[in-house]
């Protein structure tokens, strides 16, 4: 187990001890450490229970555990999670459509989320796979800066996909 062990250490009959303020109080008995920690209305804390002799600590076991507890919190509130956006285009889109839709591809790459390029082919488009190709070629040169393909063009029913993700 890792971290601070709460009142749980009494096998060894002697330890460190670290009063709450961070000074080293030097070796003592375990039952006199936690009775001083009691006076103070503190916890005696095992720290680092592999050293020669074990490292104790006063502390209030609640407010550490309510401390850590803000600290995780924190650190998961400021990650950022990769979402994999979408972008639906058919084969024989018009240039300003496609610009629009770039620009909503420059934007999500920006952001740092993946992007999914999705070809719908309806009806006899189908039999004309290479436009598609062409189409996604076209993306993947226009964001050749910003980012790299990460799944390459391929067929699934009726649409074709590519994924983009930030470089």
Not at 46 to 56: I, K, L, M, Q, T
Not at 141 to 146: F, G, N, R, S, V
């Given at each position: 187990m890792?971290g601070?062990?709460?009142?749980?250490?009494?096998?060894?009959?002697?330890?460190r001890?670290?009063?709450h303020e961070?000074?080293n109080?030097?070796?003592?008995?375990?039952?006199?450490a936690?009775?001083?920690a009691q006076e103070?209305g503190?916890?005696l804390?095992e720290v680092?229970?592999?050293a020669?002799?074990?490292?104790?600590?006063f502390?209030?076991?609640g407010?550490?555990?309510?401390?850590?507890?803000?600290?995780?919190?924190?650190a998961?509130?400021?990650q950022?999670?990769q979402?994999?956006?979408e972008?639906?285009?058919?084969?024989?889109?018009?240039d300003?459509?496609?610009?629009?839709?770039?620009?909503?591809?420059h934007?999500f790459i920006?952001?740092g989320?993946?992007?999914?390029i999705?070809l719908?082919?309806?009806g006899?488009?189908l039999?004309?796979?290479q436009?598609?190709?062409?189409?996604?070629?076209r993306?993947?040169d226009d964001?050749?800066?910003?980012?790299?393909?990460e799944s390459y063009?391929?067929?699934?029913?009726?649409?074709?996909?590519?994924?983009?993700?930030p470089?």
């Amino acid at each position: 187990m890792n971290g601070p062990r709460f009142n749980e250490f009494i096998q060894s009959p002697k330890v460190r001890v670290i009063d709450h303020e961070g000074e080293n109080l030097g070796v003592m008995y375990t039952r006199e450490a936690m009775e001083q920690a009691q006076e103070l209305g503190l916890d005696l804390v095992e720290v680092s229970p592999n050293a020669d002799p074990p490292v104790a600590k006063f502390l209030d076991v609640g407010k550490f555990k309510y401390e850590a507890q803000k600290k995780a919190n924190l650190a998961r509130k400021s990650q950022k999670t990769q979402e994999i956006k979408e972008i639906k285009m058919r084969p024989n889109i018009d240039d300003h459509d496609y610009d629009t839709k770039m620009k909503a591809v420059h934007k999500f790459i920006g952001e740092g989320d993946k992007v999914k390029i999705t070809l719908r082919f309806r009806g006899r488009e189908l039999s004309h796979g290479q436009l598609g190709m062409i189409l996604l070629k076209r993306v993947q040169d226009d964001t050749a800066e910003i980012a790299k393909v990460e799944s390459y063009p391929r067929m699934e029913g009726r649409q074709m996909l590519m994924v983009l993700s930030p470089k």
